[in-house]
């Protein structure tokens, strides 16, 4: 009774008021913003009761579903077991210990997701939390107020992790360390090219980021937490929040002979969210569903398609024929002053995914006129270069709708397989404040036609860096930027040249055509140019730095 539980049977309600509904929830809290809890911590929520509000601020409690939704609501009431030949739900009211068995006509499981715990001594320790629930932001916010904590630590550094060090870090003030067992931030849904630009982000706001962290043991003393032990050393931490993911909670599903798939421990439903059995659906954190892209049954645990899919249940329990197709994953977040978004794949997961000529365009520009501006964001298109089909998209920028409105229109068309032509074609509106005349969807699409059609070969920064360490002499570096933005570089590097872009044009002619010219300005726009110019002079190994020098330099890089 959180999300598509409340969901499911308000609309039932409203498409059947004669319908006989019942909510059961073993807790007491019901129907609440859960994704607004990291923002409970921060103080942006100033109590608890906000995220248990309607828009029109009447609290959304057991009185509020009996008396002014007409749905009986059992909380504290525990569901045991479903009995299918019988069609009841046996029920254990927690209070009293009551036994009950409640009939049913149709059936709704939708009994979420619970937290992924890692397999590792102390996870009990006092001072240890995970936040999946009200009980457990109360309790972690009234530990911060009473000044219990000096040093946060937080595991894992996925969606909940990057809101939740911003609440300790910014908002409280407190030096606070991010382990996280992979190489990169955000892993599997943004690619290392645009997750360096995070990690550095945190790091300019003081969080200690820890990354390939293998951990051994969280380390107490008189059963309090003192730290986390990894192989390569000791953090100390009064408090450590687990934030490793979560996995659906299908125990009763299982009991009840439900199928469950054994690769992603969904429950398994159909287009309608049926279960095995038509009597029952499913739906929210607890199910499988369609991936778009691949094809493949995911688990995707987010509020928005929780509410999505109890109002296609309620549908269709009422005689309805509606349909959830299933997701590309769109996803949005705020990591202190930045946002993050993304849908489809990552170029990691495509790969993996056997799109084996998978391959991404980067831009980097204003999200709206240059006179306007509020910074430069990033835009990665993931596509098969053979198909032309997009198959991702992933963009990081500052705090503004900016961000937000372009994976809008991306994750809109992504369920159609656009091609990168299709999205070089969409309509989206202009006007200086609030965009571009070419909206950064339609250069970053730009982008990826050109490397679609070889107009240029693009070069990564990885292996510029690499190259430049190995002094690697093969390899002349062409920057066309102006003389005052690379006196310093050009003195550092010998294979580092400075030929201005209002220049260029002339003066190329001369370069030596027996090395791999790499062509850098400030994001690309320039050095594209230049090295179309290049390419018409007859020079056969020509480059472009992906991203200009902008690029390494929002990693942290200093050349």
Not at 105 to 125: E, F, R
Request: proline share 5%; aromatic share 8%; glycine share 8%.
């Amino acid at each position: 009774a959180v999300a598509c539980g409340t969901k499911t049977a308000c609309r039932l309600k409203r498409l059947r008021p004669d319908a006989e509904i019942v909510l059961i929830d073993k807790d007491e809290f019901i129907s609440y913003g859960g994704c607004g809890m990291p923002y409970y911590l921060t103080g942006d929520v100033s109590h608890i009761d906000e995220l248990r509000r309607t828009t029109f601020y009447v609290l959304r409690d057991e009185k509020f579903f009996q008396e002014i939704k007409g749905i009986t609501t059992l909380t504290k009431t525990l569901a045991e077991e479903i009995d299918r030949k019988k069609k009841v739900v046996k029920v254990r009211y927690l209070e009293s210990g009551k036994m009950e068995e409640i009939p049913y006509d149709k059936l709704v499981i939708a009994t979420g997701s619970v937290p992924k715990i890692p397999p590792i001594p102390g996870v009990n320790l006092d001072g240890v939390f995970t936040l999946s629930n009200l009980h457990d932001a109360i309790k972690i916010k009234e530990r911060l107020v009473s000044k219990k904590v000096e040093r946060p630590l937080v595991i894992g550094a996925g969606f909940i992790g990057l809101e939740v060090v911003e609440a300790f870090g910014e908002s409280w003030e407190l030096p606070v360390t991010l382990l996280e067992y992979f190489p990169q931030v955000l892993p599997r849904f943004i690619d290392p090219f645009i997750s360096r630009i995070i990690e550095n982000h945190l790091k300019t706001k003081g969080v200690n980021v820890v990354l390939n962290a293998r951990i051994k043991e969280i380390v107490g003393e008189n059963g309090k937490v003192k730290g986390v032990r990894t192989e390569n050393g000791f953090y100390p931490a009064d408090l450590v929040l687990l934030a490793t993911g979560v996995k659906p909670n299908t125990e009763l599903a299982k009991k009840a002979g439900l199928f469950v798939s054994p690769n992603t421990e969904g429950i398994v439903v159909n287009e309608r969210m049926q279960t095995s059995d038509p009597d029952i659906y499913a739906g929210g954190d607890c199910v499988e569903i369609k991936h778009l892209i691949t094809g493949k049954g995911v688990v995707m645990p987010m509020g928005s398609l929780a509410n999505r899919q109890g109002r296609v249940i309620a549908t269709n329990i009422a005689g309805g024929k509606a349909t959830f197709k299933g997701t590309v994953g769109a996803f949005i977040l705020k990591c202190f002053d930045m946002a993050i978004g993304g849908c489809g794949l990552s170029l990691e997961i495509a790969l993996s995914e056997g799109f084996k000529d998978a391959t991404y365009a980067l831009n980097i520009q204003h999200e709206r006129a240059h006179f306007f501006s509020t910074g430069c964001s990033y835009y990665s298109l993931v596509f098969d270069k053979r198909t032309t089909k997009v198959l991702g998209f992933q963009t990081v920028g500052p705090f503004t709708d900016g961000t937000l409105a372009r994976v809008h229109a991306i994750s809109s068309i992504l369920p159609s397989t656009p091609t990168i032509e299709e999205i070089s074609s969409l309509e989206l509106p202009y006007s200086p404040p609030f965009n571009t005349a070419l909206d950064p969807i339609h250069v970053t699409s730009f982008i990826a036609e050109n490397i679609i059609y070889e107009r240029f070969k693009p070069i990564a920064w990885d292996e510029i860096i690499e190259r430049l360490k190995k002094k690697d002499d093969k390899m002349l570096i062409i920057d066309v930027r102006n003389p005052n933005e690379v006196k310093d570089i050009t003195q550092k590097y010998p294979n580092w040249i400075n030929i201005p872009y209002q220049e260029a044009r002339r003066k190329i002619k001369d370069l030596p055509r027996d090395k791999d010219l790499v062509v850098v300005c400030s994001v690309g726009a320039r050095a594209y140019e230049a090295a179309r110019w290049l390419i018409n002079e007859g020079f056969k190994n020509v480059y472009v730095a992906l991203g200009g020098i902008v690029l390494p330099k929002s990693w942290g890089v200093e050349f």
